[in-house]
């Protein structure tokens, strides 16, 4: 593997934390493991060269300078760092019509990680924001049981949230916003208040004692927070910082598993 001295416990990973940029050495990791790949599958560097110019928005030279791995390094350290990414994701296209895209993705997840980038590519050639292990474990959980008919509104809802927490950059706003709709979708289809607000939710689960008053306390909390920062009538500018995001949108998925499994 191009990048498997990264794994080999020498060379300490960085923390997963770069959202907002494409360091110098993972364009240039990208284009080596590239080329790499077309060299051997037999595809000539002319080839691979177009479709990265292409992808990036650059016009392909027809004698490029120097080498055309060096011109496609020139070029690709030219482009906003959304551009890289871009690209990781139309040679994913590429790899997966020449049969490499296990081997293409194992290796560019080597490269996001040894570069602290926050996201990996999954097995459909999307860019996925990293999340710990349970709660990427929990995400998984509740769409499973977000299947039912009754939550289509919701499995919409949610998947707007992920499509704007995985974005590059990530739209935190529409983040926060969309996984909250969720969430109130799933307590109004739960509690047949349709026509409910998220206050009228909380209200109704406080008169019934369903959940520990501490429980029910932070919904609410929840719930000004919205009202405050990303909801509709919001109050101030939206300036909640990235773990502030985090926080909000797997707090949001928690509230949904507590309300599925305590009154689905």
Known sequence: MIRGFSTSGEVPRPNRTVDD??????????????????????VDERAIYDIIELAIGVTPSGEPYGSFRRSASRDLGRVEWMRVYDLMIRL????RGANRFDQYRAEVNQILAAN?????????????????????????????DLAEPRYEAARFLFNQAKDAYDARPRRDRDACANAFD???SVAKTLLAMPMATFGNVVAELRRRGIFTPEIVESLSK??????????????????LKASEVDFVFLTCIAGIVLLVRELG
Do not use: C, K, Y
């Not at 919205?226 to 109050?235: L, S």
């Open 92 to 95: 994913a296209h590429v790899f």
């Open 182 to 184: 969720a969430l109130e």
């Open 222 to 239: 929840l719930n000004d927070t919205r009202n405050r920062h990303f909801g509709h009538g919001m109050t101030a500018p939206f300036t």
């Open 116 to 144: 602290g980038i926050v996201w990996d590519l999954d097995q459909d050639a999307n860019l996925v924001r990293i999340l710990p292990p349970d709660a990427a474990n929990t995400i998984q959980d509740m769409m499973g």
């Open 21 to 42: 940029d494409a360091p110098r050495s993972l364009r240039n990791e990208l284009l080596d493991l590239a080329f790499h790949l077309a060299g051997q599958m037999g």
